[in-house]
């Protein structure tokens, strides 16, 4: 079996971390990720002053949590390139009380955060402004009725959710839009390990007051939008690759990214803690729906070209409020390697050809430079501009593409 250590899932690392701050007790997080985004929320919730023990490299983080909300009465909060922070961790000032200022990097301040102010605003924080950068003024959160449009981001939504318990009447949101559904599986499941309650019907999510507890240790699963590359890698190379501690239990939409290579023709295999894919002499053409699994949009593009029929991904509007506009980056990098593409307000098609090397400009998105780095194992002379910008969510990555290609060729 050729294993590949997957580093921890980055929704599950940002969500554990903003639940363990609010929590009574001490959390231990075993195995999260470490990397920029994660790092950058942990950054974010010291400056809120939360004990926040999060060392890089080590197996273990340690929260000690503060159901009283932030330990400072004023701070300037600085949430680098990543989204989850910058949408998750201002729900902890705004049940806190005093005047926070918000910023982040360029790219992040170009990243939509209005409909996630408006809804705290109802609940009762002053903000000022609609995007980063904005100063909160906050005085507790009150709670009641709010009506969210999460059709951009499922971000929003899992923000509201997890300042539910930290309202003062508790929390209703009726959604009228959502997008990466998948999400809200996990923030229910983990804001339920963290003994909270959360009733969903239909569209419509309660969520009771009464804060958090902590579960004490709670382990990181790998992240299934990183282990797509590795199984995308597998796929086209006719290899078998397995992701272990990743099965069918686990809530990441991402998940089903292997489905779509088995509709492609590759073997997949999904049993209770791993999965593992074994590639076709070449894959087949598909038409798939990526709403809720939009972040293995690019891995999909990325080695379309080598299927054997047309490639056509649909319903990902959200891939162009992403790190960039992620479906137009998809389409412009293809016709730099000489594959022909179309594109829509929400779909990209991919016909099939022979790419040819060149330079791959991955507009400092992550997920672009990991997606062609594995379309790389099989186009010679492929080349990125700035392939460090994996740090963001796999700082190993090329290591680890690396060490998996040399370990299948050292079988030949």
Known sequence: MVAVPVPGSKSITNRALVLAAAAQGVTVLQRPLIADDTQGCAAALTALGYDVDAPGGAAEWRIAGRPSGPAVT?????????????????????????????????????????????????LGARIDGDALPYTMHADGLRGGDVVLDAGISSQFLTALLLAGPLTRDGLRVTVTKLVSAPYIDITIRLMEAFGATVDREGNRFTVAPGGYTTPGTLPVEPDASTASYFLAAAAITGRTVTVPRLGKDSAQGDLAFAQVLADMGAS??????????????????????????????????AIAPLAAGPVRITNVYNTRVKECDRLQACADNLGRLGITTTT??????????????????????????????????????LELDDPNCVIKTCPDFHQLLGALAARWEAMT
């Open 74 to 122: 004023t701070a300037s909060i600085y949430t680098r390139d990543g989204a989850t922070g910058a949408r998750f961790v201002p729900v902890l000032a705004a049940a806190g009380h005093g005047t926070f200022h918000f910023d982040a990097s360029e790219q992040m301040q170009a990243r939509p955060m209005a409909p996630l102010l408006a809804a705290l605003r109802q």
């Open 268 to 301: 997949v295999t999904l049993e209770r803690d791993q999965v593992t894919v074994t590639g076709p002499a070449q894959l087949g053409g598909i038409t798939v729906d990526l709403h809720h699994a939009s972040d293995t949009m690019p891995t999909l593009a």
């Open 344 to 381: 829509g307000s929400d779909w990209i098609q991919i016909e099939p050809g022979t790419p040819h090397g060149g330079r791959v400009l991955t507009m400092r998105d992550h997920r672009i430079a990991m997606a062609f780095s594995v379309l790389g194992l099989r186009v010679p002379g």
